[in-house]
């Protein structure tokens, strides 16, 4: 587990080696951390940007973060699992909240929710430890971006989140993970073991947005993280396939595919996703 909080560290959390995300995980460890490395930079991403204000529901410190504009983003294109790809800059950098005072994050749908006995656990177990954020430009890069969320991560276990939310966390880390890797100089001499090690980050996120999203379908009630039966269902689809599950993958993407009030946009989806990693099947 300690690799999904590699870099943490920094601020102040030590020792994340033994905690565990979802309940009965099975363990897992790998080894490579995350390094620095140079972002490119990108001349408009900051055009996006505004500086939105927040008042921190644990500790009532007001503070300002960059947010995403209205209007100011286009997008290209999805991928399979639904991973939003917008220009000029990567919208999912923006959506972590975290509080520079007292160390309280979560995703800006979640940020205003938390209860007293959530609010102690957050005081109690990542304040004293919390040594703040570091400063960024004016725009995130993807490790600015990572560290942000990776906090999201930690206080989602603090505070004892429900499983859909822990996944929903994990799913736009591998999305950060993926779009980082993007990112990446083909020409740089590091390029192959950059890409390899990033491969391997977004694989263990996946895992647990899978693992997690999982066990929600079975006992949390639609909308799940936003997302109805049929949206998840596809979601859950395409991460089985990003994970080499087949057969998995293969049972979600059916459930969309022969529903009968999935759209038919998803029901596209699933079926492009279905062929890719099948080869062509008949029909269900
Ligand atoms: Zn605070």
Redesign the pocket.
């Known amino acids: 587990m300690a690799n999904l909080f590699s870099g943490l560290e920094k601020l102040g959390f030590g020792n994340l080696n033994d905690v565990q995300l979802f309940e009965e995980s099975a363990e897992k460890k790998a080894d490579g951390s995350a390094q620095k490395q140079e972002e490119v930079h990108k001349v408009s991403e900051s055009d996006m940007l505004f500086d939105k204000s927040y008042t921190?529901p644990?500790?009532n410190?007001e503070f300002k973060t960059k947010a995403v504009r209205a209007g100011r983003t286009k997008l290209d294109h999805m991928d399979s699992d639904l991973r939003p790809v917008y220009t000029p800059g990567d919208t999912t950098k923006y959506s972590a909240i975290v509080?520079p005072?007292?160390g309280?994050a979560a995703l800006d749908k979640y940020y205003n929710t938390i209860s007293v006995r959530q609010e102690r656990a957050v005081k109690d177990n990542i304040t004293p430890k919390f040594q703040g954020l570091k400063e960024t430009g004016d725009f995130y890069t993807y490790d600015d971006a990572i560290e942000r969320f990776q906090l999201v991560l930690l206080t989602t276990i603090v505070k004892g989140a429900r499983n859909s939310e822990k996944a929903y966390v994990c799913l736009k880390l591998a999305w950060l993970v993926r779009g980082k890797r993007e990112e990446l100089d083909p020409k740089a001499p590091d390029f192959e073991a950059k890409r390899k090690e990033l491969a391997i980050e977004e694989y263990q996120y996946l895992e647990n947005a899978y693992e997690g999203f999982s066990k929600a379908m079975s006992s949390e009630n639609f909308p799940i993280a936003g997302m109805d039966e049929n949206t998840l269902s596809l979601v859950l689809g395409a991460t089985a396939a990003n994970l080499g599950k087949k057969d998995e993958a293969s049972r979600w993407l059916t459930s969309v595919i022969t529903s009968r009030i999935a759209k038919e946009n998803i029901k596209d989806r699933a079926r492009n996703i279905r062929d890719e990693i099948l080869g062509k099947t008949p029909q269900a």
């Open positions: 921190c644990v500790c410190n509080c005072k007292c309280y």
